[in-house]
């Protein structure tokens, strides 16, 4: 007997959900303006209570070897440069070490509300569920603790959270323009760890397995 394997409605894309595009889904329902700004507030919040407390980044000794790299104006080292040449970025800008922590920290929760406004926008989940990930995205202090080192880590998973989400946005309208963004992600994510080696495959080996 043949059987057609579905996916359930639950986690199915919305089709109504993919005619307008997810900015103005954002900012013109009135549910999702209020996560939003809930989220900028909190975090803004957050932060600052934050560095009240921890006044100073972490470090640990790979952190000497990404500041090394900027100093001796290498262009190898031990590690991969890229989160080196965004120290030096961070650097031009401001020499603050509160400013590095926000920076890391604001564009990790970037990050993050790009997923989460992804997830409304395709899959519509309930509300529960909804305020369930918008607390653990947006007001979990894991994230400051992260972002407060001078590592790589903090830059790596924003751009882990874009690469995954932008997997989501190729699954549901497949384009050679999301094909190349998925590119320049995977990228940046090697320039700055090596495990980004591997997220290729793993796009490669999610659209395989997904049903017809």
Request: glycine fraction near 2%; proline fraction near 6%.
């Amino acid at each position: 007997m043949n059987q057609t394997l579905s996916i359930p409605s639950s986690i199915t894309p919305s089709p109504q959900s993919a005619s307008s595009p997810l900015w103005k889904f954002i900012t013109q329902e009135k549910s999702n303006l209020t996560y939003l700004i809930i989220a900028a507030c909190g975090c803004t919040l957050e932060f600052f209570l934050f560095k009240l407390l921890y006044p100073y980044p972490d470090f640990i000794s790979d952190s000497r070897s990404y500041i090394e790299t900027n100093l001796y104006h290498m262009n190898v080292n031990l590690w991969p440069i890229g989160y080196s040449k965004f120290l030096l970025l961070v650097h031009t800008i401001s020499h603050s070490d509160t400013f590095l922590v926000g920076a890391q920290y604001f564009i990790l929760e970037a990050s993050l509300a790009y997923f989460y406004f992804t997830i409304r926008y395709l899959f519509h989940p309930l509300t529960g569920t909804s305020r369930l990930l918008f607390v653990f995205l947006f007001l979990n202090p894991l994230f400051l603790y992260l972002s407060n080192f001078v590592l790589s880590d903090a830059i790596f998973a924003a751009l882990t959270v874009t690469f995954l989400t932008q997997f989501l946005w190729l699954l549901k309208t497949p384009s050679l323009r999301l094909v190349l963004i998925q590119a320049i992600i995977v990228g940046l994510a090697f320039t700055i760890r090596y495990t980004a080696l591997y997220y290729p495959l793993v796009s490669i080996i999610g659209q395989h397995e997904l049903p017809d």
